[in-house]
């Protein structure tokens, strides 16, 4: 097996010119605007406050909740598993379900204060090599406590949702190594719950019990 | 810092080049003089250009300035021309690098050297940009889209336009005499000086009097809020010298503070960073009620200080609090009074957000995340893709 080469990456916002005022300008935007505009607004929250738990909402369910002041909808939006979607595009189909199911069951079409319109934004990423490599677990234990927060998002969030690799890079890898028990419990956490601090030692922690067996 | 050097190492052989209007004065030069020295440190080639320009360009500029932040403006044909010929002159006068990073609308013409040159242009812009006057707008957008990229401070601001539009957003240097660290003794001797007792709730507003900044509906809130729990109020900061009705909200605050002997209006001088700096410390909640806003950095100073803080939803401030996780967003003077009630009552929840707040600073609002932007922007001029492997 391939030694586990860890990568790091730095995201750049860019701005759409898009915006919604109301329920069916957030469905439209959703509808039309990129893959990466989609990931932007479901993991912004998680990348920016990664020191939270639980997890703050995604954009689309605060701005509803906070600036539409519809918490019931904002609660649909916001209790959107994103660990069960392998795919941007299933994760889009999914919330704009929600919110045309929502317009269709209701008269009520609040437009938001002037100012606090939603504003559809994305983002590139940028990935780089780092100097850190692991060959077999206790490597891997040793190296993951050292190596950035956006060494950890990549491989755990982006590889899995934003490349599509169907899971994240580490249970790939331990499936490689035979750790097939490793390999499925690190592809069952669920890492929208944690701080990414938190996630990085429960998972520290499932490879050193790993290692020792 | 190891992702800055990663980045830094991309952009070997290659110079930054930043052109702007003023090599003194204004929030520009202020990030310029900061951050062309780091750049450098990592190892980037930065430079630094003013352009030149006679009374009549200011004059015209600033009426640009005023335009775009949605004053009613008047230019003639005249002006226009004139504003081109003094870019026009800048343009043949400076010899231009790898990457051109031309900073607001004063030298945005600059681009016209496009066609005969060739280089990588980015535009960024300082500005407020939510309601551009059309007219001023329409005349610079010509320019604006000949770059290979524009930057803007706000999700609101962005234009619709057929060039890349980047957010990249202001940022505070937690070194500098307004953010570091102070002594307890430094941060007591200023609440004397001003007369200030430290041992009740102080709510503090530290901003220009000036009608955007709402110092007026702050006291309304403060007498509101003042009905069921003690405080004082602290107004502290500057005139506002081109905003009109700044002397007459300077003397209303004055009077009102005169009738109320827990309410200190502050006027503060220019250099009083450390003065603000130990506002800001020794106080139990921080407000910024501005009813608009370009980005609102006083916001980022007090999260920095982990000080619970309450903010208007306006303009670059939600970016900065998320609201009840790293600080509360209000839209109305009874809103804000609710919430200086409840954080002064409830000391633990406000220290979470203040806590969560400052993590959201040090994670977004530091100079090292804009100093990675600032390089991310310079890569990415030479790639294409959503996702880019270096």
């Excluded at chain 1, 920016?48 to 909402?57: C, K």
């Excluded at chain 2, 066609?115 to 001023?136: L, T």
């Excluded at chain 2, 506002?240 to 700044?246: F, Q, S, V």
């Amino acid at each position: 097996m391939d030694d586990f080469h860890f990568y790091t990456k730095l995201d750049q916002t860019i701005l759409l010119g898009v915006q919604a005022q109301n329920v069916r300008g957030l469905l439209r935007g959703i509808k039309k605007v990129p893959d990466s505009s989609i990931y932007y607004h479901t993991h912004r929250f998680l990348h920016q406050h990664h020191y939270l738990s639980p997890e703050p909402p995604n954009d689309f369910a605060y701005w509803v909740s906070q600036v539409l002041g519809d918490d019931a909808l904002g609660e649909q939006l916001w209790s959107v598993d994103i660990v069960e979607f392998q795919s941007i595009a299933g994760l889009r189909e999914k919330f704009a379900a929600i919110l045309k199911r929502h317009l269709a069951s209701t008269k009520r079409h609040i437009d938001c204060p002037d100012g606090e319109e939603f504003y559809f934004m994305a983002s590139r990423t940028f990935v780089f090599p780092t100097t850190y490599v692991a060959q077999n677990l206790a490597e891997f234990a040793e190296v993951l406590e050292k190596v950035s927060i956006n060494s950890l998002y990549y491989h755990m969030f982006d590889a899995k949702l934003r490349l599509e690799h169907g899971e994240n890079d580490f249970s790939r890898w331990f499936h490689g190594l035979g750790k097939t028990q490793l390999a499925n419990e690190t592809r069952s956490l669920d890492p929208y719950s944690h701080t990414l601090e938190g996630l990085r030692q429960r998972i520290v922690t499932l490879v050193k019990k790993y290692d020792s067996h | 810092m190891e992702e800055l050097f990663l980045l830094a190492e991309r952009l070997s052989g290659r110079v930054i080049q930043n052109i702007n209007s003023t090599a003194v004065g204004g929030g520009v030069a202020e990030i310029l003089s900061r951050m062309v020295p780091l750049l450098g440190q990592l190892g980037v080639k930065a430079r630094w250009d003013v352009i030149k320009g006679d009374e009549k360009f200011f004059a015209i500029t600033k009426k640009f300035h005023n335009g775009l932040h949605g004053v009613p403006t008047k230019l003639n044909n005249g002006e226009y021309e004139y504003f081109l010929e003094v870019n026009r002159q800048n343009a043949a006068d400076i010899v231009f690098d790898d990457i051109v990073f031309v900073h607001d609308p004063q030298p945005v013409a600059l681009i016209e050297k496009r066609s005969e040159i060739g280089k990588r242009w980015v535009w960024r812009c300082h500005i407020d940009f939510s309601r551009p006057d059309p007219k001023i707008w329409k005349f610079l957008s010509q320019f604006v889209t000949r770059y290979d990229a524009t930057v803007f401070s706000a999700p609101a601001f962005a234009q619709k336009i057929p060039v890349p539009q980047l957010l990249i957003a202001p940022s505070i240097d937690p070194l500098s005499d307004k953010n570091r660290e102070l002594p307890e003794q430094t941060i007591d001797s200023v609440f004397e000086r001003f007369g200030i007792d430290r041992s009740r709730p102080v709510v503090t507003q530290i901003s220009r009097f000036d009608y955007l900044k709402d110092p007026l509906g702050v006291i309304q809130a403060y007498k509101r809020a003042r009905a069921h729990v003690d405080m004082q109020l602290v107004l502290a900061g500057g005139g506002a010298t081109d905003d009109p009705e700044g002397p007459m909200i300077m003397e209303r605050v004055k009077e009102e503070a005169e009738k109320d002997r827990d309410i200190f209006a502050l006027f503060l001088p220019p250099a009083s960073d450390i003065e603000i700096n130990a506002l800001q410390r020794g106080s139990t909640v921080i407000l910024q009620k501005s009813l608009r806003e370009g980005f609102g950095l006083t916001v980022a100073e007090a999260l920095w200080k982990a000080k619970p803080t309450i903010a208007g939803a306006v303009g670059g401030i939600p970016l900065q609090i998320t609201h009840k996780h790293s600080g509360i967003l209000t839209h109305s003077i009874e809103g804000t009074a609710h919430w200086i009630r409840q954080l002064i009552s409830a000391p633990e929840y406000a220290a979470k957000l203040g806590a969560n707040g400052r993590e959201h600073i040090r994670n977004n609002f530091l100079i090292t995340r804009h100093i990675k932007d600032y390089l991310l922007l310079f890569v990415s001029l030479f790639h294409d893709g959503d996702v880019v492997y270096l």
